[in-house]
T-cell receptor, first 114, second 115 residues
């Protein structure tokens, strides 16, 4: 079945450090890929998305590139801020009968210190 | 994007009782979804609720335990029936927005604690 694997967390960084959160997936066909973020005490927000190979999603300084050859969608940010502290979820929607079903990774807790 | 609200935002319930969670969207949407996020875990899809048809449940979830209504294009309810402490979770509704764009937006969630 479809699955998403994220790097083990939690991740702790100092402000202005470079961030990478790894995400790999298994899916039939050509899935759409997403990163969602959950800030403390808030709901789940869409951060960025990519719908086909080599697409790059970007938002708020975060980027992720859809790599079909490595089945990956790693999240990166060049300089993190304290306000980026949150839980980050990688997710996919596969095609066919799985249409509409978001499959999530286990989430990665990011803490950024001043 | 759509604005989604949920009621209640949180509740504490006794074992054996039922709770109905409401999800309201400010625009008409075809596809609505209900997810569960158990403590410290990721999100799992419970069911897909399309207006005018029966909800479609994922493996491990059954209608008797999680009955869903979808009376119109802006509203849905999820009931958690005969609750046990294992049902303590955050329950979230989401909607697909953008006409087949695959993009889902989430409500703020309902935090349920069962004693």
């Amino acid at each position: 079945g479809d699955s998403v694997t994220q790097m083990e967390g939690p991740v702790t960084l100092s402000e202005e450090a470079f961030l990478t959160i790894n995400c790999t997936y298994t899916a039939t066909g050509y899935p759409s890929l997403f990163w969602y973020v959950q800030y403390p005490g808030e709901g789940l927000q869409l951060l960025l998305k990519a719908t086909k190979a080599d697409d790059k999603g970007s938002n708020k300084g975060f980027e992720a590139t859809y790599r079909k050859e490595t089945t990956s969608f790693h999240l990166e940010k060049g300089s993190v801020q304290v306000s980026d502290s949150a839980v980050y979820f990688c997710a996919l929607i596969a095609g066919g009968t799985s249409y509409g079903k978001l499959t999530f990774g286990q989430g990665t807790i990011l803490t950024v210190h001043p | 994007s759509a604005v989604i609200s949920q009621k209640p935002s949180r509740d504490i319930c006794q074992r054996g009782t039922s709770l109905t969670i409401q999800c309201q969207v400010d625009s008409q949407v075809t596809m609505m979804f209900w997810y569960r996020q158990q403590p410290g875990q990721s999100l799992t899809l419970i069911a897909t609720a399309n207006q005018g048809s029966e909800a479609t449940y994922e493996s491990g979830f059954v209608i008797d335990k999680f009955p869903i209504s979808r009376p119109n294009l802006t509203f849905s309810t999820l009931t958690v029936s005969n609750m046990s402490p294992e049902d303590s979770s955050i329950y979230l509704c989401s909607v697909e927005w953008g006409g087949g764009s695959d993009t889902q937006y989430f409500g703020p969630g309902t935090r349920l604690t069962v004693l």
